[in-house]
């Protein structure tokens, strides 16, 4: 029974190794049946990301139980303690769904949705916060949607 088990394990690390030898080894037999390929590149398609309407984007932040504008308003009073385990996680997920929106953003709001994003960002850097301008860009971004025809629920 052993020796059969021993035949069998050299067999399959035998097989194992001819399975792992490179085509360009001399020792590989198959060097000579395999045939030459040619490997082009070509250049890979320009990506550019799809920007929605600004009432889009305004719909992706002001509605859902889980709005940017529910977590921003939620999470901004954590921004003082943003060592705080509970704290961190919240504003890493506030910073990461502002993110998301401003994704796909037109490029008109990426100004207010950067200075919303700001001091989340800050907080997760580990730089120093500064919520000063953080009200004055929720305005603003308000006032583009409304200008944009954005139908706010009332």
Do not use: H
């Amino acid at each position: 029974m052993r020796k059969l088990l021993a035949a069998t394990a050299a067999l399959s690390c035998a097989l194992l190794l001819a399975s792992c030898a490179s085509p360009t080894d001399p020792a590989s037999d198959d060097t000579a049946t395999t045939p030459a390929t040619e490997t082009t590149t070509e250049a890979a398609p320009e990506v550019t990301p799809t920007v929605v309407a600004v009432t889009t984007t305004c719909n992706t932040f002001y509605s859902g139980e889980y709005s940017a504008e529910r977590l921003v308003t939620e999470t901004t009073p954590l921004l003082a303690t943003p060592d705080d385990e509970t704290a961190a996680a919240a504003i890493y997920t506030t910073r990461e769904r502002l993110a998301a929106v401003q994704n796909f953003a037109d490029p008109e709001l990426q100004q207010n949705l950067n200075g919303i994003k700001a001091p989340f960002e800050a907080a997760v850097q580990g730089e120093t916060i500064n919520t000063s301008t953080l009200q004055d860009s929720l305005d603003a971004f308000r006032a583009q949607c409304v200008e944009a025809g954005y139908a706010f629920a009332s």
